[in-house]
């Protein structure tokens, strides 16, 4: 079985465009999750969607959406890019919410780099 | 607030070595989750273990073993015997029972030197 895939693998954009991250779960989960590394820095969490609904939301500013459909693919958008929105941008996938004994498996990254 | 410290940024090792990576977390709730992931140069985050706050049995798989202390907040992991295959960055997360999000700590970095 194929594990999460993103795509593009890397992403060179200049300041203030637009530029969209795509991300195909593991067969089977419905829940998937987005999350930008900063070089040097763990993982934060910028959203969560759950059956195409929006679950869970961090500390990012409205130039960051995201959005999931029926097959449970995910994008997630920024607009509007700033030179500190260069980062590791991870897609993980899992079961479901709220369930105690699953785990989130990440994919691969858009490596994302604002110039 | 959830909140995850891995006071290590960085360890060297000599290969063979036994080697701990320390993390403690800060959290309100009384059902959590921890985890353990390793993350190559390629970039992916791979899962590694995943223990549950109701369940403070220690575990070991292989080289790997990890120490589960609820009285001091802490989740150490273990690595015996290191090898070169082992560098990589690792992180320790917590997440709450509601399942929404992953609370990273800052990673340790481990180089093991053959």
């Known amino acids: 079985d194929a594990g999460v895939t993103q795509s ?38 910028i959203f969560q969607y ?3 609904e929006e679950r869970g939301r961090g500390n990012f500013p ?42 989130a498996f990440f994919g691969q990254g858009t490596r994302l780099t604002v110039v | 607030a959830q909140k995850v410290t891995q006071a290590q940024t960085e360890i ?39 223990r549950n706050s109701f369940d403070e049995q220690n575990e070991i798989s292989g ?13 150490n992991f273990t690595i015996t015997a290191s090898q070169v295959v082992d560098s990589a960055v690792y992180f320790c997360a917590l997440r709450d029972n509601a399942g929404n999000m992953l609370t990273f700590g800052g990673g340790t970095r481990l180089m093991v030197k053959p």
């Open chain 1, 8 to 45: 593009p693998t890397h992403l060179i954009k200049t300041r203030g465009q637009h530029v969209t991250l795509r991300c195909s779960p593991i067969s089977g989960h419905k829940s998937v999750s987005w999350y930008q590394q900063v070089l040097g820095q763990g993982p934060q969490f």
């Open chain 1, 50 to 52: 759950y059956e195409k």
């Open chain 1, 62 to 103: 409205d130039r960051f959406s995201a959005r999931q459909f029926p097959n449970y693919s995910s994008e997630l958008n920024v607009n509007a890019l700033l030179l500190g929105d260069s980062a590791l941008y991870l897609c993980a996938s899992s079961l479901g919410l709220g369930m105690a004994n699953t785990e």
């Open chain 2, 12 to 50: 060297s090792v000599v290969e063979k070595e036994d080697v701990t990576l320390d993390c403690v977390y800060e959290t309100r709730d009384t059902t959590y989750y921890l985890f353990w992931y390793k993350q190559p140069p390629s970039g992916e985050l791979v899962f590694l273990i995943r």
């Open chain 2, 63 to 75: 080289r790997y073993s990890w120490n589960f202390q609820k009285s001091t907040s802490s989740f």
